[in-house]
């Protein structure tokens, strides 16, 4: 197990202003690892994205952060402070949070769900309508049970309660699994609106294709050890995946001569495709363009090549 | 900023509440009561037919036994999921990433709980009770006193197995286990415990088992402690219940019966609070 953490951003604001910081953490289940030394924090105004397969550590993180469960070694800061500590209680009124296995109180109608948990959270529940609205839960929704409901809309439910109270941190614990195209669109709308107003966002998923554009930065996680934690465009420059560039109208071997030793070149169906490094895209494109060509498209290395990637040299090491 | 220190149970004890309305938990409870309540005190009554004993002497002794059966029973199923249904579900993690403690949590499920159980009894037996006043029974003051007491134990008697119900869910990690173990005290503490003791008794021919040795046998079950309670209470009720001769020769009051109960319910509750608090969900 010897992890060399990629940490490409380190010139982020310093851990004394970050929301959560996790230092040097390991979590140890019976005989079993679950967190093996992570580091990590996460910063005011950002939206960070906890990648990984299931068993990767993802909701034990989470459940660290938020003091559900206490490290075997090293300290979690939440806000702070110890979120499992003495001040727990005060800490949790500023938090948020949408479990993985979401569920309610069947019996409880999605509205008597919202303001117990409002209650409790000692929020006042005339804003509770207006928080249905906003995640999209009409008011006939709201007087039926939750035990009536869709996965979407106890999903809807579940987000409107974690924002209950104006939270400084969310933690989103897959939060997109089995939702609807339409829904996902509001979810990260909301997302947006939160990271603007300067919430710290925590997003656990392993739907990565989603995540791109949508979060400022990506933690990799594979059994319990951080493989990765940078911005999307860190982690392509650190992994020097090859971009892939396509061209059609121009024979595979008027490719090739053009290129020379900037590119691989094969041809796929009426297409041609060139690999080439990332530094190189620019000097291939140029080249190309000086071709007949009738069209050209580049694709970037998607997240899932990414990760791919990164735990293949996680395995390699 | 802070919120009393009581809101946080009060709030969670409210939705317990509810929950039992919804699901017809409470309904199906105080019907249960109410209907075996009724049965006994109009079959009992029959025997008697007008001898010099109060109608409601003869009441209290058979809804004891009523008692020592049904609420243990009750009580443990209404409490053995408690803790460890609400983590197998996953609503035990969003419950305690809000700012409750995890005391405050126990305490309100309590609360609750004890409340819902306190509402079957009190009209279940209370039916039993209007209907004896219907049919113009003797009911003297002093069978009253033992009514009441009857129903305040019976209370006293299901929070001492809710709590017992909440230790054994807050031990265990599987449903089926807890309720399993569940059902197993209910038997040890209703059924073996006085067949067993009775057994030392009659093999033993008093020669060690001692009346004082006695007193602390009784304290160590609840259900005896109820029992005593009830049928020594009052002289008339010991008198018709046969106890007569035990009531003199045990020598625990109602206060210290009480008491009993009381840390019967306190000392589980307690530990319950404590196991969950270092549990890991």
Not at chain 2, 21 to 46: I, P, Q, Y
């Amino acid at each position: 197990m010897s992890a060399h953490p990629v940490n490409a951003s380190p010139t982020s604001a310093s851990p004394t202003s970050a929301s959560v910081v996790i230092d040097q953490v390991t979590k140890i289940y019976g005989a079993r690892a679950a967190l093996t030394e992570v580091s990590l924090h996460l910063d005011p105004g950002q939206c960070v994205a906890l990648v990984g397969h299931n068993g990767a550590g993802k909701s034990t993180l989470i459940k660290l952060m938020l003091g559900l469960i206490r490290p075997t070694h090293g300290q979690v800061r939440l806000l702070g402070e110890d979120p499992a500590g003495a001040h727990a209680a005060r800490l949790r009124r500023a938090v948020g949070y949408l479990p993985e296995n979401l569920a309610f109180h069947p019996s409880l109608t999605g509205r008597e769900t919202l303001d117990f948990y409002a209650r409790l959270k000692g929020v006042a529940r005339a804003g509770n309508t207006d928080l249905l609205a906003r995640v999209g839960l009409e008011a006939e929704a709201a007087r039926r049970r939750v035990g009536t409901y869709s996965k979407g809309m106890r999903q809807r439910l579940g987000l409107a309660q974690a924002l209950l109270g104006q939270p400084k941190v969310l933690f989103l614990d897959e939060p997109t699994t089995g939702l609807d195209p339409a829904l996902r669109q509001v979810f990260y709308e909301i997302v947006q609106e939160l990271r603007t107003a300067g919430v710290t966002v925590l997003l656990s998923s392993h739907a990565l294709t989603e995540l791109e554009g949508r979060t400022d930065r990506i933690i990799v996680m594979n059994r319990g050890v951080k493989i990765a934690d940078g911005t999307l465009a860190n982690l392509r420059h650190l992994a020097d995946l090859p971009v892939r560039i396509q061209a059609t109208g121009a024979p595979a071997g008027a490719v090739a001569d053009a290129l020379g030793t900037l590119g691989q070149v094969s041809t796929n169906g009426h297409a041609v495709e060139c690999l080439c490094a990332g530094g190189d895209k620019v000097a291939v494109l140029r080249r190309l363009t000086g071709l007949p060509l009738a069209d050209i498209s580049v694709v970037e290395p998607s997240l899932d090549e990414l990760y791919a990637h990164f735990l293949r040299r996680e395995q390699a090491t | 900023m802070s919120i009393p220190l009581m809101t946080i149970p009060l709030i969670l004890a409210g939705k317990e509440i509810r929950d039992g309305l919804r699901n017809r938990w409470v309904v199906a409870a105080t019907l249960l009561m109410a209907t075996l309540a009724l049965s006994l005190t109009f079959l009992g009554s029959v025997p008697t037919g007008t001898v010099g004993v109060g109608a409601l002497d003869v009441v209290v002794v058979s809804l004891s036994s009523l008692t020592i059966f049904l609420v243990p029973l009750i009580a443990l199923l209404l409490s053995f999921d408690a803790i460890v249904g609400e983590v197998d579900r996953g609503t035990m993690s969003l419950l305690l990433s809000y700012p409750v403690s995890r005391g405050q949590v126990v305490l309100g499920k309590f609360l609750g709980h004890l409340a819902s159980l306190a509402f079957a009894t009190l009209v279940g037996y209370g039916a039993a009770g209007a209907a004896l006043v219907a049919t113009g029974a003797d009911t003297g003051p002093e069978g009253w006193r033992a009514f009441a007491g009857l129903i305040g134990s019976s209370i006293l008697l299901g929070a001492v197995f809710i709590a017992l119900g909440y230790l054994v869910s807050a031990l265990v990690r599987d449903r089926g286990a807890a309720g399993g173990i569940a059902i197993g005290l209910w038997l040890v503490f209703v059924l073996v415990f006085d067949m067993a003791l009775l057994g030392v008794l009659v093999a033993d021919q008093g020669k060690t088992v001692t009346v004082g040795l006695l007193n602390w046998l009784i304290l160590a079950n609840p259900a005896d402690a109820f029992r005593l309670f009830n049928l020594t209470g009052t002289a008339q009720v010991s008198q018709f219940a046969g106890m007569a001769g035990i009531a003199g020769q045990i020598h625990l009051g109602p206060v210290t019966l009480l008491a009993v109960l009381a840390g019967w319910t306190a000392l589980p509750l307690g530990a319950a609070a404590l196991i969950f608090s270092r549990r890991q969900i």
